[in-house]
């Protein structure tokens, strides 16, 4: 084994560890508060055992079996529905988690049953998703007018590259040199996520040397709330913005009840109201219906929408719209 494969091999095998610390850390940061956490240790797991078992075949320290191909095609293909939710769950997208995971399962099925031992299927199959998560990202922040989030953009980066990597390797198949270029690509985004994190703990630490919290009051509530418009998010919880003002729950609970006379839901549920008017004021969404800016606001049904918006305004959604877009009914012409 000359040195480039002993560089490869050395290479992916740290790219697998530091994949294998991210999933660790990204697990226990989020666990209970927040399905993104759990859902990035996810993927960074699967990515942990595919670098290893790829560059163990690669370079010949394992010989291929079945067995292990087969996990190999696995792994590749759970990775499409949690690259799917881990996206969905960044952009505040909903998606069923069912609807998700079958395609990736009935492909699992039928290679089974074929008993296909070539990659290539899943990959092509893992491509589907991450090209069905970008189309389905582009529609919603066309619809909400967010601007992408950079953990967003990230996560496409990396698998784009990784994509990149794959099509590659299967198109010359032939070349030694490509032997190693998937688990390498993996290993070098493995990398760049650490020494992302690292350099923000780092700077998160200087700041917090030198700078104290600020006293906990209700504008602090509400930045916490707004910040990535994090209110939009249907299972927000007091815990979420606890976590994010970097207070106890009891703590933000009482302020939000000291200062506005209300729990935290009505503190939240103003928020999305708000966000819900300017969506039935504007020109631009006439044609969306009252569900469609009810899920878009955060709300979980058009039923709880309706009673937290007429309760806050008094007048229901339709005649809020209607005094802006009905002004026949508005001077009793019609």
């Not at 996810?42 to 996990?71: D, H, K, P, T």
């Not at 590259?161 to 198109?171: D, F, G, K």
């Amino acid at each position: 084994m000359n040195i480039y494969y002993l560089l490869a091999l050395a290479l992916g095998i740290a790219g697998a560890a530091n994949l294998m610390v991210l999933s660790f850390g990204f697990t226990l940061a989020g666990w209970r508060k927040n399905t993104l956490y759990p859902l990035a240790g996810g993927l960074a797991l699967i990515g942990a055992a595919a670098v290893f078992i790829v560059s163990m075949q690669n370079f010949g320290v394992i010989e291929n079996s079945a067995v292990l191909e087969a996990a190999e095609a696995a792994l590749t293909l759970a990775a499409g529905p949690l690259f799917y939710l881990l996206f969905a769950a960044i952009i505040k997208m909903k998606a069923r988690v069912g609807a998700v995971i079958a395609p990736a399962a009935a492909a699992a099925f039928i290679f089974a049953a074929m008993q296909w031992s070539d990659i290539r299927p899943a990959v092509l199959v893992q491509i589907a998703y991450s090209a069905a998560a970008a189309i389905a990202g582009w529609r919603r922040l066309q619809q909400t007018n967010m601007r992408p989030p950079l953990a967003a953009l990230a996560l496409l980066s990396g698998a784009a590259a990784l994509h990149m990597a794959q099509i590659t390797r299967m198109a010359l198949p032939d070349i030694a040199m490509l032997s190693g270029v998937v688990p390498l690509t993996l290993s070098a985004v493995a990398f760049a996520v650490v020494a992302f994190a690292a350099r923000r703990l780092a700077n998160g630490w200087v700041v917090a040397s030198h700078q104290r919290a600020p006293a906990l009051n209700i504008e602090r509530l509400r930045s916490a709330l707004t910040d990535g418009e994090a209110y939009l998010q249907p299972d927000y919880r007091l815990a979420d913005l606890a976590a994010a003002a970097k207070v106890s729950p009891a703590a933000a609970s009482a302020t939000i009840n000291r200062e506005t006379g209300g729990g935290f839901v009505r503190f939240l549920n103003r928020e999305r109201l708000t966000a819900a008017r300017r969506l039935l004021a504007s020109p631009e969404e006439t044609e969306t219906s009252i569900e469609a800016v009810a899920l878009l606001s955060g709300f979980r049904s058009r039923s709880a929408f309706y009673r937290a918006f007429k309760e806050e305004y008094g007048v229901s959604p339709a005649s809020v719209r209607c005094v802006k877009y009905c002004p026949d009914k508005e001077n009793g012409t019609n």
